[in-house]
């Protein structure tokens, strides 16, 4: 692989995106090696949480408009249903979304266009205080068809999700930050570190709870109010299993306490 770096330490996967000359955008050939990324992760049982990131001045810029065009301005229909299990970034916003263990994008600069669908698809997100955003797509004739709009509703409201996408406008790491679109803006040295820390937090914890709660969290969106309870219910005392986690956990406090 040469579009999409790969490796583990410490039960944490770091994936980083390497198209630096074209700020990462997204061709084929980084989606491509992205899909297989994806499926090595979620098989790795080596690794338990994934750190995604960009090389260069940019976390990933969306689609490679040079190539994404053309491939889609003579498309049929049959050609966009086809497309409708994988999706852009190696279908983690669409096709492999439903991967459990946790994803933290640590968004080291511009994540504009489908780079802003992608950072919204990852579990948590970290800013670089020289991160940018923005719904670019709209000032080429586009809009997100890739879960930008589904998740930029889902996380930041109706209201941001309107003014952002109708605006296009760009958005500083700060005001990213008030909107509720990523959860710390840290100095750009600090990126990764602080992407560490919150992965060391989840490893910390149960993996098959976090999994049962992040499955669970994506399940109950958009559910009526009797059917998001009973999921809650059943994803989380069916995880617990035979309580043999549960019960060592709770020994190795009380012993500490």
């Known amino acids: 692989m040469t579009h999409v770096l790969y490796e583990k330490r410490n039960r944490i996967a770091y994936i980083t995106l390497n198209r630096p000359d074209a700020l990462n955008s997204l061709d084929d050939t980084l989606n491509d090696e992205l899909w297989d990324v ?16 960009g090389n260069g001045k940019a976390f990933c810029a969306g689609a490679d408009l040079k190539t994404f065009i053309p491939k889609w301005e003579h498309a049929n229909m049959l050609d966009v ?3 409708i299990p994988t999706g852009i970034a190696g279908g983690i916003t669409r096709g492999q979304h439903k991967i459990v263990k946790p994803i933290i994008a640590a968004i080291n600069g511009f994540a504009i266009g489908g780079g802003f669908e992608l950072a919204l698809a990852c579990d948590i997100r970290i ?3 020289k991160a940018k955003f923005g719904v670019f797509e709209v000032r080429y004739g586009l809009h997100q068809g890739d879960g930008g709009i589904v998740r930029l509703v889902a996380i930041a ?20 930050f008030r909107l509720g679109l990523v959860s710390r803006v840290v100095p750009h040295a600090e990126l990764m570190a602080t992407a560490e820390q919150y992965a060391t937090m989840i490893l910390a914890n149960s993996q098959q709870a976090v999994r049962s709660a992040k499955e669970t969290i994506h399940d109950v969106v958009g559910r009526t109010m009797d ?16 309580f043999g986690e549960a019960r060592e956990r709770l020994a190795a406090f009380y012993e500490k306490k």
């Open 227 to 242: 059917d998001a309870l009973r999921i809650e219910t059943i994803n989380s005392y069916s995880s617990l299993g035979d």
């Open 127 to 129: 800013a670089s205080e």
């Open 38 to 53: 994806w499926g090595r992760f979620d098989k790795d049982a080596s690794a338990d949480v994934a750190i995604l990131t």
């Open 81 to 83: 249903r086809k497309n």
């Open 157 to 176: 409201g109706i209201a941001v999700a309107l003014e952002l996408t109708l605006t296009g406008r760009e958005v500083a790491a700060e005001e990213a």
